[in-house]
């Protein structure tokens, strides 16, 4: 995890953020969430369909996928931690920049060097799967993979009927625009789709 | 005098010299090793050659609950048999009709398509090869027997060699020529193309294959397996099901045989 300091930072969210929090440096990978299901007991109410997963996450360092929020939430409370906020994950992502599109700036045409996402080129050789966490230049908190990969469940609520939770970040199988820092999605919270994980927060005392 | 201790000396030496080898025979007696039937055998009565079916599949590979691997186990899915490693051919039905005297009148219409003793024999009815293998000793496979042994010991794969399609010309004579598969509305001879994993030839492709077996509860037509020459890749798959009547013949049907291991040649257990 890194720590990620409280400045008076700029984000298209309303939540502000009032102190500093620590924030896991990678997605949660397939072998850290094997690890929480053989040490916790959980058991998801529908069993986990390792054959199809492995199709998109071949190895325990690619990032855990076909996760419902609701496992997400599991796993981060195992782990003594919680979802980020959408605040939280936004202020991240920004990386200490202000007003730039995506975690790393303004630029378009060097993206890949930063995440997976549809496509192929530069450091991204993963077309049709998610890539090993940790594949790509971080920003410049230190995080890797705030855009593409995986979406990141967090913790709220999209809507005010509360009927669907936040992603952010864009994955591996959307373009190019989804990768921006700003940009919102949601599922219902038992959705577990083969273009969504997550990461943890703690924060700090 | 000498020559009486010379000879005494010789006496002694091949009484001792002999005495030795036989000790040694005792100390360490031949070991018989039972193996078990043969894996490839010739049929006397047809000369057909055969392999070994061991009547063994491996499940697939899945996963528990914590995404850890659980490998596929070995299964027995029938006791062991022979399968005629080819297609019976026109050499093969001549010898059982020539013996026999069996009423086959075909032969003018058959040599247009099978021009050969080594291409498979064609317009048999489901009764004609039923009749050959009653005179071989043999019987014709079940249909789970024909699909179990076209897969060639892969698990869940499409045709006898695998998922693609695009190097079936390499195994198959069917429709059209590419690769391998020279003959375009033609009969190739048996054993033209690549053997699949258990070393039978034109599971897929050249002519249908008679089962045993009634096709469904109608009772009316016997199953018919492998695609044939005339038709697509698609009628390649190990899984495709035809029919006929059982009293039908034509270009594009054949067959080969299967023989139980016989009770004597049963030997020890199979290693897995």
Known sequence: ?205 | MIQRLVVVLLIMVVVFVGCDEKETDKVKPKEVVDEGPKKRIIWEKDGAKMVLIEGFARTKDTYDDFGDLVPGKLVKVSDPFYMDTTEVTVGQFKKFVKETGYKYDRWDDMVEYSPTDKHPIILVSWFDATAYCEWTGKRLPTEKEWEFTARGGLIGKEFPWGDEESIASEYANFEGTEGRDKWDKQIAPVGSFLPNGYGLYDMAGNVWEWCQDWYDSNHDTRVLRGGSWLFNSNFLRVATRNNDLPSYSTYYYGFRCVVDVPENQKGSKVKL
């Open chain 1, 1 to 205: 995890m890194v720590r990620i300091p409280m400045i008076s930072g700029y984000t298209e969210v309303d939540d502000p953020i009032y102190q500093d929090f620590y924030m896991d440096v990678t997605e949660v990978t397939v072998g850290q969430f094997k690890k929480f299901l053989k040490s916790s007991g959980y058991k998801p109410e529908k069993p986990i369909d390792w054959a199809e997963l492995f199709k998109f996450s071949p190895t325990d360092k690619h990032p855990m996928i076909r996760v419902s929020w609701h496992h997400a939430t599991a796993y981060a409370k195992w782990a003594g931690k919680r979802l980020p906020t959408e605040a939280e994950w936004e202020f991240a992502a920004r990386g200490g920049l202000v007003n730039k599109t995506f975690p790393w700036g303004d630029d378009e045409s060097i993206a890949r060097e930063y995440a997976n996402f549809y496509g192929t080129g530069g450091k991204d050789q993963w077309d049709g799967t998610t890539a090993r966490v940790g594949s790509f230049l971080p920003n410049g908190y230190g995080l890797y993979d705030m855009s593409g990969n995986v979406w990141e469940w967090c913790q709220d609520w999209y809507d005010e009927g509360k009927e669907y939770r936040v992603c952010r970040g864009g994955s591996w199988s959307n373009s190019m625009l989804s990768q921006r820092v700003a940009y919102r999605v949601n599922d219902v919270p038992t959705a577990a789709n083969y273009y969504v994980g997550f990461r943890c927060v703690l924060e700090s005392k």
